[in-house]
C-alpha cells in the first residue's frame, strides 16, 4: 500500500494542524492504521491508532485530550487533528497501515507500510 501525508508545517504553540494521509494500493477499509512521529534523536513512538472500522481508537498518553485520529474508508483517507499544540510535539509524522486485516495492534513491528513522513514544528 501506498501512503501520502500532507498537512504539515510551523505553528505557534496552542495552535492547530490537520494531517491527512492518502492511502492506494489495497483494500484500505481492511486495514488499521496508525500515526508516528519521530523527533531527532529519538525513537519512532505512536501517536494514535485507529482499527479498521473507525469504531476503536488509541491515543499515547502525551496527546490525550489534543489530537484526534479519524478515517474515512469511502476516500481512503485518515486524519490527525492536533489542538494545543506543544513545542514538544515538533518531529516528523509518519502514518502507517496494519500489516495485516482486520487487526488492532500497537507495536512499531506491527505496522508493514508507511509514508514519506511531514515535518511538524511548534514554536514557543
Known amino acids: 500500500v501506498q501512503l501520502v501525508e500532507s498537512g504539515g508545517g510551523l505553528v505557534q504553540a496552542g495552535g492547530s494542524l490537520r494531517l491527512s494521509c492518502a492511502a492506494s494500493g489495497r483494500t484500505f477499509s481492511n486495514y488499521g492504521m496508525g500515526w508516528f512521529r519521530q523527533a531527532p534523536g529519538k525513537e519512532r513512538d505512536i501517536v494514535a491508532a485507529?482499527?479498521?472500522?473507525?469504531?476503536?481508537?488509541y491515543y499515547a498518553d502525551s496527546v490525550k485530550g489534543r489530537f484526534t485520529i479519524s478515517r474515512d474508508n469511502t476516500k481512503n483517507m485518515v486524519y490527525l487533528q492536533m489542538n494545543s499544540l506543544k513545542p514538544e510535539d515538533t518531529a516528523v509524522y509518519y502514518c502507517a497501515a496494519q500489516k495485516s486485516k482486520f487487526q488492532f495492534r500497537l507495536a512499531t513491528s506491527d505496522f508493514g507500510s508507511w509514508g514519506q513522513g511531514t515535518q511538524v514544528t511548534v514554536s514557543s
Open positions: 485507529i482499527d479498521f472500522s473507525g469504531d476503536t481508537t
